[in-house]
């Protein structure tokens, strides 16, 4: 399974078109994926007949360590996302000290098991100093899959860690490889960790001349990509496919 990263309903119809059968639905993307309104769930379930929509439930960019007013959004958007279609729920709950925070993760997983969906924990296992405890408290909460990195900044760097958790956990829980991962890379993880899901951006630069003034920059591209945003590919999205044979 490839999963592709969408921030928009233009990314997620790119990602079908390119042959994907999941994707992550959100929304900010350079803050590292927001919750997606509702009406962009809707539209892609709407026009892309067949695809798996998981969908983010984060409220804000940084971290993860959410006080009792961040929680209270991520519950009435996660009861909302389900509610309207979405196939699964990304998120993740840390304490301040990048331990689980059991009592939030516990009441979301149950939300979404309740609608009869799948529960992902995102990438902010990635921030935790202990995965092996972590994953164990994930697969006891009843977490059906796992994004994740191997505490790296980037999933090539983090495969020997995927590859323990895979033997260890993987008859527990699914485990999925994310963060810089591409076509010229993706089977080398996968045959080496002996997982069978990796998640991608698949991700090109579009030229938007109103994201400077003269005196104003709403910028977050860099370098030649300054006047750009990120956008899924749908050519890239083939070749990711064809690369580990999908």
Known sequence: MVEICCGSFYDALMAYKGGAKRIELNSGLNLGGLTPSIGTLEIVKENCNGLKIVAMVRPRGAGFCYCDEDFYVMERDCIELVKRGADGIAFGC?????????????????????????????RAFDCVENPYETIEKLIDMGVDRLLTSGLKEKAYDGRFLIKELQQKYGDKIEILAGSGINYKNAKEIMDYTGISQVHSSCKEWIFDNTTKGQNVSYAFGIGENEKCYDAVSEKLVRELLKSVGE
């Open 94 to 122: 840390l304490n301040n000290d990048c331990t689980i925070n059991q009592y939030q993760n516990e009441k979301i997983i149950y939300i979404i098991h309740e609608y009869g969906k799948e529960a992902v924990f995102h």
